[in-house]
């Protein structure tokens, strides 16, 4: 079957089809329901990381139902009974839903669905004399040209894989992926019959995911599990049991009471924040609340449990925890199936992978026999379709040799000054942790409000969406969407100094909050609540939707709260 035609020009264009592109198309058509509106997408199918070929048996949520979905369309039915655990679930439901979702949205006779443009590649970006955006794309039949006078870009954080360079990858003989098609192998890597040496390199989310996955297989496959000694360590996962009355742990987390508790650059808690952060008393309290969570979490894993010692089990202990851990048997599976190695590689061979040794006295590497190898090592920063000169114009990650040294200094000028707000106010920041620092490789984001470059703000035209980590991306695409929307029709305005201060103040919190993770200032994953009633603020929108002070402050933050948003947008801008 043909791929669609683009036509030479459209009032806007998306690029990316999973949730922030699906937002951005629902909100923007909602108020723009005659605008020409296309939506780029290089997969044959919807959903970016929820699409239907990067999901797997073993992939589920890290939010649950009631937060997985959209204030216009619940989950409906919701996963069975069976399928959940304190309402997390497999990931199959997130993509059945955003399949209808796309279907289901119809505006001026034309459903979001028919407005995609797949198995078609972006190449090229630029803005040309006439002040359009100039987007060059290809597909398998042709390429083509296409303006558009407004361009979301929504591809995200996870679309182009970050594999490290290794000695030896090249020679490598057996199977080798980034975890992104770990969904269509997953059949042939997990048969009982299928290859028996399965190495699984990276310590995040995706890595724990790919290990249960492996360790739950038939047979009895070898399964080892490599995090590098000099990186962030692994990851953890609080347990999904809630408290207080709170059906799940995310339920407690996402409240505005759990919030208080955090340091947070985004929100204006004033006195609250003030007395829980700005005092010695406050301060006092805040640690030992996150002190007895800590424990309470690391008892009920227990990393020296018997079953694992043999295995290396307790090298999975990280520094903080940072996840849900959203299936029953997740430890106990990797402790006695999975070998866990907290070293870095020194080669790659065509059957093997060699481990450099912890110290000079350690003469005898370890070599672990690979048929399939599967780096789970997250994801490039840089936009391909954007050279590093525009780039770097527009605020996004380039090679940190390709910033002219005096913008490079002026940045460094006011991210110090901002680092010094930082912690006057919140000193508990001064001192950070041990951890392993490394060299940054790209320059930071630099884009006001996470979403917006600095040069742009005069004459509105591009926005980024989801260009961030976050806790729960459902939240934070459905409000960055309504937002950017304001902006491109000329609803958001501030000073030029104001977006920079914005910006160097945003980069600083993230370096002092998330240490190595807040490098490239786009790592807000503790920061949902205050980040979205932030955007919504300026907005001129009501963001505590509950009725009466108690509901806003231990109510769960759900979809639901978003009811009537929108129409609330419209009767402020008459629309």
Same mark, same amino acid.
């Given at each position: 079957m043909p791929e669609k035609i683009l036509a030479p020009q459209y009032d806007a264009v998306i690029i990316g089809a999973g949730l922030y592109g699906i937002q951005a198309a629902r909100y923007y058509l909602e108020l723009h329901p005659k605008a020409q509106l296309a939506i780029i997408?290089?997969?044959?199918?919807?959903?970016?990381?929820?699409?239907?070929?990067?999901?797997?048996?073993?992939?589920?949520?890290?939010?649950?139902?009631?937060?997985?979905?959209?204030?216009?369309?619940?989950?409906?039915?919701?996963?069975?009974?069976?399928?959940?655990?304190?309402?997390?679930?497999?990931?199959?439901?997130?993509?059945?839903?955003?399949?209808?979702?796309?279907?289901d949205h119809i505006y001026n006779g034309v459903s979001i669905r028919e407005r995609i443009m797949f198995n078609t590649w972006v190449t090229n970006v630029e803005k040309t004399p006439d002040k359009l955006w100039t987007l060059s794309c290809r597909n398998k039949d042709s390429s083509s040209i296409v303006k558009t006078a407004k361009l979301i870009d929504a591809s995200g954080l996870t679309s182009r894989p970050n594999v490290p360079s290794i000695l030896g990858n090249e020679s490598f003989r057996g199977l080798a992926i980034h975890h992104k098609d770990f969904g269509q192998h997953q059949s042939t890597i997990l048969s009982a019959y299928g290859p028996q040496h399965i190495a699984i390199v990276g310590g995040g989310k995706s890595a724990a995911d790919v290990a249960y996955a492996c360790a739950k297989a038939p047979g009895s496959k070898t399964i080892s599990w490599v995090i590098r000694e000099d990186g962030n360590g692994p990851a953890a996962f609080l347990s999904a049991e809630?408290?207080?009355?709170?059906?799940?742990?995310?339920?407690?987390?996402?409240?505005?009471?759990?919030?208080?508790?955090?340091?947070?650059?985004?929100?204006?808690?004033?006195?609250?924040?003030?007395?829980?952060?700005?005092?010695?008393?406050?301060?006092?309290?805040?640690?030992?609340?996150?002190?007895?969570?800590?424990?309470?979490?690391?008892?009920?894993?227990?990393?020296?449990?018997?079953?694992?010692?043999?295995?290396? @089990?307790?090298?999975? %202990?990280?520094?903080?925890?940072? !996840?849900?851990? #959203?299936?029953? *048997?997740?430890?106990?599976?990797?402790?006695?199936?999975?070998?866990?190695?907290?070293?870095?590689?020194?080669?790659?061979?065509?059957?093997?992978?060699?481990?450099?040794?912890?110290?000079?006295?350690?003469?005898?590497?370890?070599?672990?026999?690979?048929?399939?190898l599967v780096y789970c090592t997250?994801?490039?920063?840089?936009?391909? @379709?954007?050279?590093? %000169?525009?780039?770097?114009?527009? !605020?996004?990650? #380039?090679?940190? *040799?390709?910033?002219?040294?005096?913008?490079?200094?002026?940045?460094?000028?006011?991210?110090?000054?901002?680092?010094?707000?930082?912690?006057?106010?919140?000193?508990?920041?001064?001192?950070?942790?041990?951890?392993?620092?490394?060299?940054?490789?790209?320059?930071?984001?630099?884009?006001?409000?996470?979403m917006v470059p600095l040069h742009d703000a005069e004459n509105p035209s591009v926005v980024f969406l989801g260009k961030m980590v976050v806790g729960n991306n459902f939240r934070v695409a459905e409000v960055q969407a309504l937002w950017a929307v304001a902006y491109l029709d000329g609803h958001i305005t501030c000073s030029h100094g104001k977006m920079e201060e914005d910006v160097a103040l945003t980069v600083?919190?993230?370096r002092r909050r998330y240490l190595n993770r807040g490098e490239l200032g786009s790592y807000f994953f503790f920061d949902v609540i205050d980040y979205t009633d932030g955007l919504l603020a300026q907005l001129d929108l009501s963001y505590h939707r509950r009725k009466g002070w108690k509901r806003n402050l231990f109510s769960t933050c759900t979809a639901l709260d978003f009811r009537g948003l929108l129409e609330e947008y419209k009767t402020l801008h008459s629309i």
């Open positions: 997408e290089s997969d044959e199918v919807i959903g970016g990381v929820w699409s239907s070929k990067r999901i797997y048996d073993a992939f589920w949520t890290q939010t649950p139902v009631g937060m997985a979905e959209f204030s216009d369309r619940p989950l409906s039915p919701p996963p069975p009974p069976e399928y959940q655990y304190y309402g997390f679930f497999p990931a199959k439901y997130v993509t059945s839903y955003l399949e209808t979702y796309v279907d809630g408290k207080g009355g709170y059906r799940n742990s995310n339920e407690a987390f996402y409240t505005r009471l759990v919030a208080a508790f955090l340091p947070n650059m985004f929100g204006g808690r004033g006195w609250v924040g003030r007395l829980l952060h700005g005092t010695r008393m406050g301060r006092w309290v805040v640690k030992k609340v996150w002190d007895r969570i800590d424990r309470d979490f690391r008892a009920k894993v227990n990393f020296k449990r018997e079953e694992g010692r043999e295995n290396g @089990f307790g090298e999975l %202990e990280p520094e903080t925890p940072s !996840g849900i851990n #959203s299936r029953p *048997d997740l430890y106990s599976t990797i402790a006695s199936k999975v070998h866990v190695y907290r070293q870095n590689i020194d080669r790659v061979s065509e059957r093997s992978v060699t481990l450099a040794c912890k110290s000079a006295s350690d003469d005898k590497p370890i070599t672990l026999p690979v048929d399939v997250g994801w490039s920063p840089s936009t391909p @379709f954007f050279n590093d %000169e525009t780039a770097l114009r527009l !605020g996004l990650p #380039s090679p940190s *040799d390709k910033i002219d040294p005096q913008i490079g200094s002026r940045w460094e000028s006011l991210e110090a000054a901002a680092d010094l707000d930082v912690v006057a106010q919140f000193p508990t920041l001064k001192h950070p942790p041990p951890y392993h620092q490394s060299a940054p490789t790209y320059t930071p984001f630099r884009l006001y409000k996470a600083a919190w993230c």
